[in-house]
């Protein structure tokens, strides 16, 4: 249930990514309404929605996958030419593709990635020589040359999973039937992990949590120089099997899942260091507690060592171990520990292994996240010293230097130069932008803005820190992209996508409505950043309000990017839109997210009554026409605003909600909840079952009928108790749909049923 989840779900365009209105636009002219059906149709209104963007290791070319104007989910990938600024498309993945269907690994592969809707090419991975690109398609492999040509690797009816260039170039590996698969690049791949192991065991794979939760879609890695590879073996044998029925319109499926639910045991994630042939393993010693979380795995820059991620059950701690290659043996370096007793350790990809053996690190050990520079020279000299001497190496007296400071969180690491001695990084300003800055490695000076400070951004840059790619938007324009220089300058637009002329938006320009936004106080006074959009109003009436919400930790809802055509499309029909983040929302610091632990339904309940509340004092708002949406985390949170707040709320809908969190993931689950066999009294407190009976306001419960993430049982169990309950309720559920029940046809569906629900109960604007 990560924040890209919950932008998905919603179907919200709040990504940073997602295009911004021309500077001068004019708001003034007549336009057409805005249907649901036109939100959802191609091209999409966002304008271009360019996915994977990546630099060549040359520096030279810039790669992306393009959506077409035709199919806004069919990705081909294309190249831009730095030099000529010239684009031209490198694989067309219809004439490429063959149409075959997914295997049932790949297919919740992608569910787990955030990519189940998409066609074409959703992934592709740069050769190191800059040459070529390796790319998957329709399950099977092929190498693209920037000259066009364009080389078939794999041919099989069954799927390569997770495709990798190895790091010089010299081989390709993917997984097929469980084994890690090797052969050199543009030659024949053998299976190179042992054969005729139980069914539970999978090489070469990340586990379920991993996945889904952990943002770790690898399960082995090469070494740089290509002459060894970490290769995960995962066993299933103690993972609870859930029967999950996949329920379609002609026919039902029924898949017996491996899902580890809170509290029970996780699968045991072991790894092997091996030859590109498989020979020469050696078992990396992880420790004896095998109720771990391999959360991380690299190589040092050099090749000497492995650097692993060892995360606890509890997640409070993170030891990160330096491995030998040649024996497997581990040493701690270091342990990253909660920043309270009551918190636990968020997970990242924000971090650097340098070339002088030091460490780059994002930690929230200060209250907000920042970046800090552990070990190098000095240590490295105190290591050899206490090794030479045969002494037990534990790297825990390092130096560690505070490189960013202050309460706006880092919040991402965009990339280093370290010849030039800087890092780029993404920040909190102002709480409601991102913003991209550059300071120096040695933590001297101050750091410096690099991007616009009218726009929200994000940003990547290519491996040697040298061109820095920026995304952004603001809330009245939609996505836009450029190169730039190191120092922020912009060298050219990839994407201006300004909303004029043929733009897709454009039509729709003269009702946009800019976003207006403050804060209201929490029960312990911590300000909530709040954000309307208001149709056109007349003096003296009164408004019904469409509140949306999200809820969980992990996203931040509310910002000054663009809001995207879905909320529009809302104020079209005269509602107001709100949303509010509450206690337990990203990008806040430790403090704001902690109100979650253990305690989840409660302090982010408390908050949203606060934003109701509030709306409730507007003299244009209708205190009697406050409706309630939220999906996934948001859908739970519906529930439980209107378990604990009858008659506050005009109406409710919960999509793909979690009732019970007993049937929810261990890595997500217990990060904010504790084990249930530790903890019961805070799961009973937290679950939406026990008090659905209080449900006393129209309750619009929808969910996806072959969801594999949040399982159908979560919305049966409700369905059963309310209606046992006789507790009156309406539902839509959506055949053979997953987690994201959203496309061409069954978005405006799912969005003409929920207007419809509102209208049957009389929550709707003054004629």
Request: glycine share 10%.
């Amino acid at each position: 249930m990560r924040s890209v989840l919950a932008a998905v779900a919603l179907g919200l365009s709040t990504c940073l990514t997602t295009p911004v209105l021309a500077e001068t636009a004019t708001m003034t002219e007549a336009a057409p309404t805005l249907s649901f059906e036109r939100v959802f149709a191609s091209p999409g209104l966002d304008g271009p929605a360019p996915r994977q963007v990546k630099l060549s290791p040359d520096g030279r070319f810039l790669t992306l996958l393009k959506n077409r104007a035709d199919d806004r989910d069919r990705y081909d990938l294309w190249g831009y030419d730095i030099e000529t600024r010239q684009w031209r498309m490198l694989v067309d993945s219809e004439k490429l593709g063959s149409g075959r269907e997914l295997s049932e690994d790949e297919k919740m592969q992608r569910e787990r990635a955030r990519v189940g809707s998409l066609k074409g090419i959703i992934a592709y991975q740069w050769a190191s020589d800059g040459a070529g690109v390796l790319v998957p398609l329709d399950g099977d492999l092929f190498l693209a040359k920037l000259d066009g040509m364009v080389t078939r690797l794999t041919d099989t009816e069954g799927t390569e999973l997770n495709p990798q260039l190895s790091s010089k170039g010299g081989f390709v590996s993917f997984v097929r039937d469980r084994r890690l698969w090797v052969g050199p690049a543009g030659g024949e791949a053998q299976p190179v992990t042992p054969a005729g192991e139980a069914e539970t065991i999978r090489w070469g794979e990340a586990e379920f949590v991993a996945q889904e939760e952990m943002a770790r879609l690898q399960g082995y890695w090469w070494s740089p120089e290509d002459s060894r590879i970490v290769v995960q073996r995962t066993d299933e044998a103690a993972v609870g099997v859930v029967t999950r029925a996949a329920i379609g319109a002609k026919g039902t499926k029924v898949f017996d899942q491996r899902y580890p639910a809170a509290g029970t045991d996780n699968a045991v994630a072991e790894l092997f260091v091996m030859n590109p042939d498989g020979t020469g393993s050696v078992k990396v010693d992880l420790g004896l507690n095998i109720d771990i979380y391999v959360a991380r795995v690299d190589w040092a820059p050099d090749g000497s060592a492995i650097y692993v991620q060892r995360q606890d059950r509890a997640q409070t701690r993170i030891d990160m171990l330096k491995v030998d290659p040649a024996t497997g043996a581990s040493t701690i370096w270091f342990t990253e520990t909660a920043a309270r007793p009551d918190y636990w350790v968020n997970l990242s990809d924000n971090y650097r292994f340098l070339k002088d053996g030091s460490l780059l690190w994002w930690s929230e050990r200060g209250g907000y996240g920042h970046f800090y520079r552990f070990g190098g020279s000095k240590v490295a000299a105190q290591v050899l010293a206490a090794e030479a001497a045969g002494e037990p190496v534990i790297y825990n007296n390092g130096q560690w230097q505070q490189l960013t400071h202050g309460s706006s969180p880092a919040t991402s690491l965009v990339g280093v130069d370290e010849a030039a001695g800087t890092f780029t990084y993404q920040a909190t300003e102002g709480v409601l932008t991102q913003q991209i800055y550059r300071a120096r490695l040695d933590g001297t000076g101050e750091p410096e803005l690099l991007t616009d400070p009218d726009f929200t951004n994000a940003a990547s840059m290519d491996g040697a820190g040298r061109l820095l790619y920026v995304s952004r938007s603001s809330p009245n324009q939609p996505p836009q992209s450029y190169l730039a220089a190191p120092d922020g300058s912009r060298v050219a637009w990839i994407e201006e996508n300004r909303v004029e002329g043929e733009h897709p938006y454009a039509p729709f320009l003269a009702s946009h409505v800019t976003p207006e936004y403050g804060t209201i106080a929490a029960e312990d006074g911590t300000p909530l950043q709040w954000m309307m959009l208001r149709p056109e109003m007349q003096a003296g009436k009164r408004y019904p309000v469409f509140f949306a919400h999200y809820g969980g930790p992990g996203v931040q809802f509310v910002s000054k990017g663009w809001q995207g055509a879905l909320a529009q499309a809302v104020v079209d029909r005269g509602y107001i839109y709100f949303a509010l983040d509450n206690r337990g929302s990203n990008n806040r610091g430790v403090d704001f997210e902690q109100p979650l632990h253990r305690a989840m339904g409660g302090a982010e309940v408390r908050d949203q009554k606060a934003g109701a509340l509030f709306l409730k004092s507007l003299d244009y708002v209708d205190p009697a026409k406050i409706a309630t949406y939220g999906w996934s985390y948001g859908g739970y949170m519906t529930l439980k605003m209107l378990e604990a707040d009858p008659g506050l709320y005009a109406a409710g809908i919960a999509g793909a909600p979690v009732t019970r969190w007993e049937l929810y993931d261990t890595h997500y689950t217990e990060r904010y909840m504790g084990d249930p066999r530790e903890v019961p009294e805070a799961y009973e407190k937290a679950s939406a079952i026990p008090d659905a009976a209080k449900i006393a306001d129209p309750l619009l419960l929808i969910h996806g009928m072959a969801d594999d993430n949040v399982i159908f049982e979560n919305s049966s169990e409700l369905i059963s108790v309310l209606q046992e309950s006789n507790t009156p309720f309406e539902m839509m559920l959506y055949p053979g749909y997953t987690h994201r029940v959203s496309g061409p046809r069954i978005g405006p569906h799912v969005w003409n049923a929920i207007f419809r629900f509102l209208e049957a109960h009389g929550v709707t604007p003054h004629k």
